[in-house]
């Protein structure tokens, strides 16, 4: 079975600055997806960005970037210029990408970081 | 954009009541989830439905949870006689394949008392 683990707890950035999420998993496929999702307050899961195990380029969305390290199985989430509402529980999910049954593949989260911004 | 929705937004019931949580997902989304969270902690998975079936379940989902696709938009999950210990955020997603990017509603806040 797959694990996902993040093994910070909590980081804290000042506004305008940039902080890194890490994300380590363990899986013995080749082919997968690689999520970050963010939680804030209100406790709604909003996809931040997505990572296809089969690309070797990085993903990257306005501010947010991945450092994608297949062999290392790290999955590391790059805040820029941070702003207040960046706030949030950020959760690290693996997803198979194989279809070996019609089932769905379900995702499996890390525990989480909490990233405080510092205005 | 399309969207997952459930409903409500929180509910409260008491110890051995039945709950209904209800999900409308995206409409031409194929595969249907349920995940929870307890408050603190990790979003685990409960629960996987395709072609009107459940296709893989968790240790979690035991015969206390059923789901339902009653028609040809909602996804429901039931929990028949309530416990303290399932108080938490209950989470649907879909996805269009069994693959890639899930979405996920806003969550269902169960208080059991």
């Known amino acids: 079975a797959q694990t996902v683990t993040q093994s910070q707890p909590e980081m804290s950035v000042q506004e305008a600055e940039t902080v890194t999420l890490s994300c380590t998993y363990d899986t013995s496929e080749s082919d997968y997806y690689l999520f970050w999702y963010k939680q804030p307050p209100s406790r709604q899961m909003i996809l931040v960005i997505r990572?296809?195990?089969?690309?070797?380029q990085n993903a990257t969305e306005n501010r947010f970037s991945v450092n994608f390290q297949k062999a290392a199985k790290s999955f590391s989430l790059k805040i820029s210029d941070s702003q207040l509402g960046d706030a949030a529980m950020y959760f690290c999910a693996y997803r198979s990408a194989g279809m070996i049954k019609a089932a769905g593949n379900k995702l499996t989260f890390g525990g989480g970081t909490r990233v405080l911004v510092k205005p | 954009e399309p969207e997952v929705t459930q409903t409500p937004s929180h509910q409260v019931t008491q110890m051995g009541q039945e709950v209904i949580l209800r999900c409308v997902p995206i409409s031409n989304h194929l595969y249907f989830y349920w995940y929870r969270q307890i408050l603190g902690q990790k979003v685990e998975f409960l629960v996987s439905?395709?072609?009107?079936?459940?296709?893989?379940k968790s240790e979690i989902f035991d015969d206390q949870f059923s789901v339902e696709r009653p028609d040809g938009s909602n996804f429901t999950l039931k929990i028949r006689s309530t416990k303290l210990e399932d108080s938490a955020m209950y989470f649907c997603?879909?996805?269009?394949?069994?693959?890639?990017?899930?979405?996920f509603g806003q969550g269902t806040r169960l208080t059991v008392v």
């Open positions: 439905f395709y072609n009107n079936e459940i296709s893989e």
């Open positions: 997603a879909s996805s269009y394949q069994g693959f890639g990017e899930a979405f």
């Open positions: 990572q296809e195990a089969y690309k070797q």
